[in-house]
């Protein structure tokens, strides 16, 4: 039995489009931003680079610090030998993306290859044991693309380091940035309506 007191669904999503609708204009805003500061970004690839594994290395530090700071304060737990190991780990890893960026940029470049290239092998791996199944062709698709990107990276490294984690990060914020403004162009549609 439906209670007419509260709303179905349609109507909360209606209702919820609907507000979202008068604020189009800042979604398009921010989507105009963030595609211009992709498109900078893509015009120095090397700074683009650096500046996101000091950003890397920063957070690294900070979360290295942090559970330094926990396993002090749990010293008497059975767990203050893996917080402390893990937090004197994350910390170096972030001193040394901050003191030496390039040789931060090529251990995660080299990082994002294996990971791609063991997420292809995986995903191949699945696909293999049931592909007997309908539309898992796609999931082989998948694999097969994410191995060979990861091939690809690892067979560049380390010369590929200095510009691709920079076009990755440039890559990323125009297609957000096309994203939210088609997403507020569209808002703005629904609102006319």
Do not use: C
């Amino acid at each position: 039995m439906v209670d007419p007191s509260h709303p179905s669904r349609p109507e909360k999503l209606a209702a919820a489009l609907s507000a979202l609708s008068a604020q189009w204009g800042w979604f398009v805003a921010l989507g105009l931003v963030l595609l211009l500061l992709g498109i900078v970004a893509s015009s120095y690839v090397l700074s683009a680079t650096l500046v996101s594994v000091l950003f890397v290395g920063i957070l690294m530090l900070i979360g290295g610090v942090s559970q330094l700071l926990h396993a002090w304060r749990i010293k008497n737990w059975s767990g203050f030998l893996f917080w402390t190991v893990a937090g004197v780990l994350y910390a170096g890893a972030g001193l040394l993306a901050i003191i030496n960026p390039m040789a931060g940029a090529s251990l995660i470049t080299l990082l994002l290859g294996a990971t791609l290239i063991g997420t292809g092998a995986l995903k191949l791996w699945i696909w293999y044991n049931n592909r007997g199944q309908q539309g898992w062709q796609w999931l082989a698709f998948s694999g097969l693309i994410t191995l060979l990107a990861g091939v690809v990276i690892a067979i560049g490294w380390p010369g590929n380091s200095a510009w691709l984690l920079g076009l990755l990060l440039a890559l990323d914020l125009m297609f957000q940035g096309w994203t939210l403004m088609f997403l507020g162009f569209a808002l703005r549609r629904h609102r006319q309506q």
